[in-house]
């Protein structure tokens, strides 16, 4: 069921996109947007609270959406390493306006809204993990997520500049990012059979242990758990 500030804030977003490529995402926008779709100012600080800030969000949201609804209903390919790329590349062909993007990564480049930008990456590719079935709950739950934020938010400034046909540039770009991170778990996976190096690293890979990954319930702000050490 569809709740009618939903419905307020999608019609609100649709009229923005007309006026973010001239005036990005700012209270111009945010204004000329509730002047076009016919929406009192009221509403559209309840639905907007942090006003354009809030609308720039909500634009990176319905593009995580269709991105996860792509993941639940394509036809994946077998490697999982390409099932991640797959889903990078979703979350980058669910873009309707590449000036909005571009805009949006400008005002997230800005110091007072920086982590409001890490937190959007980092959703992203925590849905990604999460669509494809991660079953991690201790450390591995936030270096997967750190690792993956790296390569998209790589893979989106490439594709802001990227003028290829299909944008071919781009994912070639992707593929030679996910192949780079491929070897870093190589490398890991090399030392974890190494009898010298496991002995060496022992103390640091339990205290990594004590990491677990939050609860579901509290998944949206980056939070974290410690398990005490047992005496």
């Given at each position: 069921m569809t709740h009618p500030t939903d419905d307020t804030l999608d019609r609100l977003l649709d009229a923005a996109l007309m006026h973010v490529p001239f005036d990005g995402w700012s209270e111009t926008t945010l204004k000329a947007a509730a002047r076009d779709a016919d929406i009192d100012m009221a509403m559209v600080r309840a639905v907007c609270p942090r006003g354009a800030v809030s609308l720039a969000l909500a634009y990176h949201?319905?593009?995580?959406?269709?991105?996860?609804?792509?993941?639940n209903s394509d036809a994946l390919p077998p490697r999982f390493r390409d099932k991640i790329a797959a889903g990078v590349r979703f979350r980058i062909e669910a873009?309707?306006?590449?000036?909005?993007?571009?805009?949006?990564?400008?005002?997230?480049?800005?110091?007072?809204?920086?982590?409001?930008?890490?937190?959007?990456?980092?959703?992203?590719a925590d849905q990604i993990w999460t669509a494809l079935g991660d079953t991690s709950e201790d450390v591995n739950w936030y270096t997967k997520r750190a690792t993956l934020a790296g390569v998209y938010s790589s893979t989106v400034l490439y594709w802001l500049g990227d003028d290829s046909v299909d944008n071919q540039a781009t994912w070639d770009f992707l593929e030679r990012r996910i192949d780079g991170v491929m070897q870093i778990e190589k490398v890991k996976a090399q030392v974890r059979e190494n009898k010298s190096l496991s002995a060496l690293l022992a103390g640091p890979n339990w205290l990594l242990g004590q990491i677990k990954a939050p609860s579901a319930a509290s998944r949206s702000d980056m939070p974290g758990s410690w398990t005490s050490p047992r005496p």
């Amino acid at each position: 069921m569809t709740h009618p500030t939903d419905d307020t804030l999608d019609r609100l977003l649709d009229a923005a996109l007309m006026h973010v490529p001239f005036d990005g995402w700012s209270e111009t926008t945010l204004k000329a947007a509730a002047r076009d779709a016919d929406i009192d100012m009221a509403m559209v600080r309840a639905v907007c609270p942090r006003g354009a800030v809030s609308l720039a969000l909500a634009y990176h949201a319905r593009g995580d959406a269709e991105m996860v609804a792509r993941l639940n209903s394509d036809a994946l390919p077998p490697r999982f390493r390409d099932k991640i790329a797959a889903g990078v590349r979703f979350r980058i062909e669910a873009v309707t306006d590449k000036e909005a993007v571009r805009r949006g990564t400008t005002l997230f480049a800005l110091p007072i809204y920086a982590a409001d930008g890490a937190r959007a990456i980092w959703g992203t590719a925590d849905q990604i993990w999460t669509a494809l079935g991660d079953t991690s709950e201790d450390v591995n739950w936030y270096t997967k997520r750190a690792t993956l934020a790296g390569v998209y938010s790589s893979t989106v400034l490439y594709w802001l500049g990227d003028d290829s046909v299909d944008n071919q540039a781009t994912w070639d770009f992707l593929e030679r990012r996910i192949d780079g991170v491929m070897q870093i778990e190589k490398v890991k996976a090399q030392v974890r059979e190494n009898k010298s190096l496991s002995a060496l690293l022992a103390g640091p890979n339990w205290l990594l242990g004590q990491i677990k990954a939050p609860s579901a319930a509290s998944r949206s702000d980056m939070p974290g758990s410690w398990t005490s050490p047992r005496p």
